[in-house]
Nanobody, 115 residues
């Protein structure tokens, strides 16, 4: 079975940084495109970023472009999201997912950006 376990969330002030991790198991991680999605309080799932399996190329939502960096370590079956210059509107539960719609995702890690 696919297992995705996110970690690294927390409370951070505006302008701060966090690095999220996602430990993957139960499927051939290196062969999968991997995504981060998020859900803010009272809102639907929002796609954040993807890293492709073949060449590790990346794409970002406009809302995070230039501030977030997605990466992967296939030897460790781990996905990362480096988040810099965080804003209050980045407050959300963050999930790693095997699809951009977040249908197959972990339990998430909470990120709260507040002063």
């Amino acid at each position: 079975d696919v297992q995705l376990v996110e970690s690294g969330g927390g409370l951070v002030q505006p302008g701060g940084s966090l690095r999220l991790s996602c430990a993957a198991s139960g499927f051939p991680f290196s062969s999968y495109d991997m995504n981060w999605v998020r859900q803010a309080p009272g809102k639907g799932l929002e796609w954040v970023s993807v890293i492709y399996s073949g060449d590790s190329s990346t794409v970002y939502a406009d809302s995070v472009k230039g501030r977030f960096t997605i990466s992967r370590d296939n030897a460790k079956n781990t996905l990362y999201l480096q988040m810099n210059s965080l804003k209050t509107e980045d407050t959300a539960m963050y999930y790693c997912a095997t699809d951009p719609g977040g249908l197959t995702r972990g339990r998430g890690t909470q990120v709260t950006v507040s002063s």
